[in-house]
């Protein structure tokens, strides 16, 4: 197996590419054209850099905005219609004021205050600070995927922070890793021309697992989703994640591409929609 791997210095830590049959030659000309594609997206999405058009909706409260972020936006609106708000893109407020180590305001907006007219994003509520987080990710690894299919790239790998895409004729063995050290249990799984996503509340913490990043989290620590885009493995983790039991079970069961491993808070551990087919014992 031939293969060439550059990192990105990117999303506030390393993105790997690893791709696979190539000379060198093309393959350093193919991570320059993917780096690009990269820093164009992040451009779009970055809830912290305050140059970003999402940033830019968020000061400027009305905004005509691209199509890409317009997608992204419907997409999340959706589910967070679906769930009645539980899952919510418009509390970027609490995002910051957790990363910041302080106590979260009670904030009066919710999704249903983002409108959007064709590609005019309307803000109606001082609290609404949009964060895609949950979804921006898997929509930038989809996009780079495809740019670099199209451009004729058969086999890769991308890793976005520990949120990965395969494509083409090879497998790859991972291992998914522990939400916390007193778990005894490695779990190795092996893909090919999927997507894996994970969702954990020891990702980003201030100071306890209780303070984490995912708001709204319920009783579980760790969601991991295997689907064929990275947009849906990483949507569908978040969206587990924050809803009660019965109604994740239900979300679950009615979309069964997706297979799902979850983690509670006592540890116990669950398998929905074949996820035991991808687990790789080694002989």
């Known amino acids: 197996m031939r293969f060439n791997e550059h990192n990105y210095k990117i999303m506030n830590g390393n993105v790997k590419l690893v791709l696979y049959d190539l000379e060198k030659e093309i393959a350093e000309f193919m991570f320059e054209e993917a780096g690009l594609e990269f820093t164009r997206l992040i451009r779009i999405f970055d809830f912290f850099d305050k140059k970003s058009e999402l940033s830019l909706l968020n ?61 005019l994003v309307i803000l109606n509520h001082p609290d609404v600070l949009i964060d895609l987080g949950s979804i921006a990710k898997g929509y930038i690894g989809d996009k780079v995927a495809n740019f670099l299919l199209k451009k004729g790239v058969k086999s890769f790998f991308i890793d976005l922070r520990g949120d990965l895409i395969f494509k083409g004729k090879y497998s790859e063995i991972i ?24 969702s954990g509340d020891y990702k980003q913490y201030f ?9 709204n989290k319920k009783d ?29 079970e239900e979300l679950i069961r009615n979309n069964k591409k997706y297979a799902v491993y979850v983690i509670d808070s006592s540890l116990n551990k669950k398998v929905y929609n074949g996820f035991n087919s991808y687990i790789y014992n080694e002989k």
Not at 83 to 103: A, C, F, H, V
Not at 175 to 198: G, H
Not at 207 to 215: E, P, R, T
């Open 220 to 248: 579980l620590i760790s969601v991991t989703v295997i689907a064929k885009n990275l947009l849906d493995a990483d949507l569908f983790a978040s969206l587990i994640f924050v809803l009660p039991k019965n109604k994740r």
């Open 59 to 119: 000061q400027d409260r009305q905004r005509i905005v691209c199509s890409e972020l317009i997608e992204v936006l419907k997409k999340s609106l959706k589910y967070c219609k679906l769930t009645d708000g539980e899952y919510d893109i418009s509390l970027g407020k609490n995002i910051l004021e957790r990363k910041q180590g302080k106590e979260l305001s009670p904030l009066k907006c919710s999704y249903k205050n983002i409108l959007i007219k064709k590609n």
């Open 175 to 198: 291992k998914i890793q522990k939400p916390r050290e007193t778990l005894n249990l490695s779990v190795f799984v092996k893909l090919q021309n999927f997507s894996i996503a994970t």
């Open 207 to 215: 100071k306890d697992y209780s303070k984490s990043h995912i708001l």
